[in-house]
């Protein structure tokens, strides 16, 4: 074996253990970002679930979500959407959020270097490692009225799924009857886990003009039976409900 060739099998071992070491230190979606043009370069929406500990607050004490949002606006973030009471219809009942907030980072590259900054990290110790879930996407920005109820659903599709496993608002699957419960699919995108083990590849954000036509909707036998239908598509599904939600201007 020749001397060159020992010494490009070596350049090659240490490119290896030096991927796998930043995949290791930062995880798979943020390496991800860093190394796609696309999702770096362009804006990025961050979903966070988060558990009652984390919007606890008082007014001497702000909240994990308070702080979350005043850091991420350091690096250009903007907060899109904040839930106030969240209720878990579907999914488990161990499962604890207490309230959701949506973000705007106006590249992936931002989003990076928060979670990878020591200011992020001095946040996250000081309130102990709240299991909060944070889902990123680089899809396409979502349509969100304010003061509307909605239900946040979270779920993880096969490749084998249909472009469209919910269906089409108006026409068919799940959906179907959104409209006539006054209800609109107000974001529809993939998503990665940021930090955490979440299965959840996709997420969907239906809006309705109050909580009770959400309910409705979700509990019509038709709409019941469409959601048996797509279940052979679907798993991990998650439903929340969460009442009021706000457009919040910056």
């Not at 959407?81 to 219809?89: D, H, K, L, M, P």
């Not at 979700?218 to 457009?247: G, K």
Request: net charge negative; aromatic share 8%.
């Amino acid at each position: 074996m020749s001397r060159s060739f020992l010494a490009f099998l070596t350049f090659c071992l240490v490119l290896v253990l030096a991927t796998g070491g930043v995949v290791w230190y930062v995880g798979p979606t943020l390496a991800g970002i860093v190394v796609d043009a696309s999702r770096r370069e362009n804006p990025y929406y961050l979903l966070q679930l988060l558990p009652e500990a984390a919007v606890a607050q008082t007014p001497e004490d702000p909240s994990f979500r308070a702080r979350f949002a005043a850091l991420a606006a350091e690096d250009g973030a903007e907060l899109v959407w904040q839930a106030g009471s969240v209720e878990v219809i579907e999914g488990s009942v161990l499962l604890d959020v207490a309230g959701a907030q949506m973000l705007r980072f106006p590249t992936g590259a931002g989003l990076v270097q928060m979670f990878t900054g020591t200011s992020y990290r001095g946040l996250r110790e000081g309130f102990g490692a709240l299991p909060v879930r944070h889902l990123g996407s680089a899809g396409a920005p979502p349509d969100i009225s304010a003061g509307a109820a909605g239900l946040v659903v979270l779920y993880r599709v096969d490749e084998a799924a249909p472009a469209d496993p919910l269906g089409e608002p108006g026409a068919s699957g799940w959906l179907k009857l959104l409209p006539d419960h006054g209800g609109r699919l107000a974001w529809n995108a993939a998503v990665d886990p940021i930090r955490g083990e979440d299965d959840w590849n996709r997420v969907a954000l239906l809006q309705f003009p109050d909580a009770l036509s959400a309910q409705r909707w979700f509990e019509d036998p038709a709409t019941v039976t469409e959601r048996a239908i797509a279940a052979r598509y679907l798993d991990d599904m998650t439903v929340l409900l969460v009442e009021p939600s706000a457009v919040v201007s910056r």
